[in-house]
C-alpha cells in the first residue's frame, strides 16, 4: 500500500522527533562514510530484493535529492513563496541510471552538495527560515520545514543502508 503525501510528510518529521536537523545533517556523511568503509562495490551494487535500491542506487538518490534542496532552498530564499516542483525518485533514478552510477562518487557529490547546503542554512536568520514555498504536492514548505524533512529523509535512508551492509547471521 502506498504511503499518502501527509503520511510521508508525517513519517520523516517522526524520524527527525526533537533531534537538531542540522546536526543530523551534520552527521549524515561521516555515518555513510564510515559504513561504506571496507564494503566491496559489489555488495554496493546488489539490490537487496527485487524493486528495493542498491546501496549504490541510495547514494545516487541522496546526491540528487540534496542538489534539489538546496535548489528549493535557494529558490525561497531569493524568491519567497515561489513554486516549488515535485519530482518522482523513481523517474529520475530510471532516467538518471542509478543503477550504473559508482557508489562512492554518488557519495562525494551528495557529501559536496551537502556541505554547501549546511554552510548556507548555518547563515540564516530566525526570519529568513521561515521564509517560504509553496510544494506542488506537499503545500507551503518553510525552510525550517524543509531542514526538518531532510533530516528525517537520511535518517530513513541512513537505515536502509545499513540495514543492506549488515553481516547476514549464519
Request: charged share 25%; glycine share 6%.
Amino acid at each position: 500500500m502506498q504511503e499518502t503525501t501527509q503520511q510521508y510528510i508525517q513519517r520523516m518529521l517522526d524520524y527527525t522527533g526533537s533531534q537538531d536537523p542540522l546536526k543530523v545533517q551534520a552527521a549524515t556523511p561521516k555515518k555513510i562514510q564510515r559504513l561504506l568503509k571496507g564494503a566491496a562495490s559489489a555488495k554496493l551494487r546488489k539490490r537487496p530484493a527485487p524493486g528495493k535500491w542498491s546501496v549504490g542506487e541510495i547514494l545516487a538518490h541522496l546526491a540528487d535529492t540534496e542538489m534539489v534542496m538546496g535548489y528549493r532552498m535557494r529558490s525561497i530564499l531569493g524568491n519567497p513563496g515561489t513554486p516549488i516542483q515535485s519530482f518522482d525518485q523513481d523517474a529520475w533514478a530510471a532516467a538518471m541510471r542509478y543503477e550504473k552510477v559508482d557508489p562512492r562518487k554518488a557519495f562525494e557529490r551528495f557529501s559536496a552538495f551537502r556541505e554547501a547546503n549546511l554552510a548556507l542554512l548555518k547563515t540564516l536568520t530566525p526570519e529568513q527560515r521561515e521564509h517560504h514555498g509553496m510544494h506542488s504536492e506537499r503545500g507551503k514548505e518553510t525552510i525550517t520545514h524543509v531542514t526538518r524533512m531532510i533530516a528525517g529523509h537520511d535518517i530513513n535512508h541512513l537505515g536502509q543502508i545499513e540495514r543492506i551492509l549488515a553481516p547476514r547471521k549464519k
